[in-house]
């Protein structure tokens, strides 16, 4: 069962949060959602092995290792970088798991992504089953569908974005007049808007997505589904003190924790956008946080917040 807690925001109001970190101690969040679909089609193919893609602190990574021990099926970690990061308590926790750790240099890492690359991984690892850096893919996306399964109507879902994957997902659930607000943690152009839009396209060419950018805040109202990224402050992973200050606000007054790099992102712009009054008075919000604590304690290190 889904478990909806309210929790108090520092500007005052009182909102619905989804607690995905909550459905299991490692495989948490929207990992799973992203991750379940990948392994019973691997399981139904006949694969021994799953290869996929992350960083060295990647939540996506530490919860693949534990799948594919509990499915007890081999996974292959590529990891971006060979310098010292690679003895991160992530990988170190995968390669407990049972996962063969990779590390390749970072030019390589940038061809994941294409057909001779992944060529050259199959001669090296054999006949694996690839999910893509984030479980970006269609399998991904069609288990995020399950999110809000079981669900009251809401006016409003917000969720953070990194690969987009479980943006499309919510959307593609299509709850009726609930529109979706994505919180993209990446720096830069706002890419995710076309490439989600593009994967839904794909995916089922007989229904029509319109997913919209940051103009929606432009408007009085957002009344549209849409990704932004004008809350993505130094870029993904970055340090700042603002928002280390806001994230100790608000678990100084809620009894569960955020995560540095999606939730505490998320939070702080829903904030925002009740305080510019973007959102009618009495619509029904609710937040998806999707996991990504294990991650908290390298990120603490790593800016000396210990």
């Not at 929790?7 to 459905?23: C, E, F, S």
């Not at 399998?139 to 690969?163: K, P, T, W």
């Amino acid at each position: 069962m889904p478990i909806i807690q309210p929790a108090q925001l520092v500007i005052g109001k009182t909102i619905d949060v989804l607690r995905l970190d909550l459905i299991h101690p490692i495989i948490s969040g929207n990992k799973w959602f992203k991750l379940k679909n990948n392994l019973q089609r691997a399981i139904n193919e006949g694969k021994k092995s799953i290869l996929t893609f992350g960083g060295a602190q990647s939540n996506h990574l530490a919860a693949a290792a534990a799948a594919c021990k509990e499915a007890n099926i081999q996974c292959i970690a590529i990891v971006r970088g060979e310098d010292a990061s690679i003895q991160s308590e992530t990988l170190l926790a995968a390669s407990k798991a049972g996962t063969h750790v990779y590390p390749i240099s970072r030019d390589l890492y940038n061809q994941k992504n294409e057909a001779h690359f992944i060529e050259t991984l199959q001669e090296k690892f054999g006949d694996f089953y690839l999910v893509p850096e984030g479980g970006n893919n269609a399998e991904g996306i069609l288990g995020c569908m399950d999110i809000l399964e079981g669900i009251d109507q809401y006016d409003y879902v917000f969720c953070a974005c990194g690969s987009g994957a479980t943006y499309a997902g919510l959307v593609a659930s299509e709850k009726t007049n609930t529109k979706i607000i994505g919180i993209s943690v990446l720096k830069g152009e706002n890419k995710l808007v076309t490439e989600v839009q593009n994967q839904l396209e794909l995916m089922f060419p007989e229904k029509h997505f319109e997913i919209h950018d940051n103009k929606a805040l432009e408007e009085n109202q957002i009344h549209k589904n849409c990704i932004l990224n004008n809350y993505a402050f130094s870029g993904f992973a970055k340090f700042d003190p603002f928002l280390i200050d806001y994230k100790r606000e608000f678990e100084r007054q809620n009894d569960f924790v955020l995560d540095y790099l999606y939730t505490n992102k998320l939070f702080y712009a829903l904030e925002d956008i009740l305080r510019k009054n973007k959102l009618p008075e009495h619509a029904k919000m609710l937040v998806i946080h999707t996991g990504g604590l294990q991650g908290n304690a390298a990120f603490e290190k790593r800016y000396h917040l210990l």
